[in-house]
C-alpha cells in the first residue's frame, strides 16, 4: 500500500458493514463505487471489507479509482479491514476514523446503513450547520430506503425543529450517477470559492 497524491476529488462514502435485504442496496453501492472509479475520483471510507462497505471500495478500485479507508485497530483486530486499497490507515479509535474522513474528503454521500450510517451523516450535516465546513453531502435514497428518515425531517420542519434552509442542505437523490454529479459539482463551487 503505496501512498499515492491525493486525486482532484474526494468523495467520502458511509454505508452500511452488512448487504442488507435487497439486492438493490449492493447494485447501488456498486454504482458508485464504478462512477468513483471511473471519474478518477478517490473513495474515503472507513475501511471495511464487509458489507456494502467493500462493495464499493471493490468497485471503485475495479474501476480504476483509488480508496482511501480509515480503521479503527480493534475492527482490523476483528479481521473486517479491508487489505486492498491505495491505502489503509489505521488509528486508535472511532473519533480519530472520523477526523480523518472528514479532513480527507471534499463532498460526503450515505448509502443504506445502519445506525453507525446515521450518526455519520447527522454527524456531518450538524457541522455545517454549526460552520465548521462548507462541504456538500447527499443521501442515496435506494428503493425507498430512506423514505421513512426524509418523512421525519419534513416533519421536523413542520414542527419548527428543523428550518427549511438547513434541510435543503441535504441533497438527495435515488441515481447515483446523478447524486455524484451533483455533490462533485456543489464540491466545486465550494472548493473554487
Not at 42 to 63: F, I, N, Q
Not at 121 to 139: D, N
Not at 147 to 152: L, R, S
Not at 173 to 184: A, F, I, K, N, Y
Request: proline share 4%; with cysteine; net charge negative.
Amino acid at each position: 500500500m503505496n501512498p499515492r497524491p491525493q486525486a482532484a476529488f474526494s468523495l467520502c462514502v458511509y454505508c452500511g458493514s452488512r448487504m442488507g435485504t435487497q439486492a438493490a442496496y449492493a447494485a447501488s453501492a456498486t454504482q458508485v463505487g464504478q462512477r468513483i472509479g471511473e471519474q478518477g475520483w478517490e473513495m474515503v471510507y472507513g475501511g471495511g471489507k464487509v458489507g456494502l462497505m467493500g462493495v464499493a471500495a471493490d468497485a471503485t478500485l475495479a474501476a480504476g479509482g483509488t480508496v482511501y479507508g480509515v480503521i479503527p485497530q480493534n475492527l482490523l483486530d476483528k479481521e473486517v479491514g479491508h487489505t486492498g486499497l491505495t491505502e489503509l490507515h489505521v488509528v486508535a479509535n472511532m473519533h480519530e476514523r472520523k477526523t480523518r474522513m472528514f479532513a480527507r474528503a471534499d463532498a460526503f454521500v450515505a448509502l443504506a446503513g445502519g445506525i453507525g450510517t446515521f450518526e455519520e451523516l447527522f454527524e456531518i450535516w450538524t457541522w455545517y450547520q454549526l460552520g465548521v465546513h462548507h462541504k456538500p453531502f447527499g443521501l442515496l435514497n435506494t428503493g425507498g430506503y430512506y423514505d421513512p428518515m426524509i418523512a421525519m425531517l419534513d416533519h421536523m420542519v413542520g414542527q419548527g425543529f428543523l428550518g427549511p434552509a438547513v434541510r435543503d442542505l441535504l441533497l438527495v437523490g435515488t441515481d447515483p450517477v446523478e447524486l455524484l454529479t451533483r455533490l462533485h459539482a456543489a464540491a466545486s463551487v465550494k472548493i473554487r470559492g
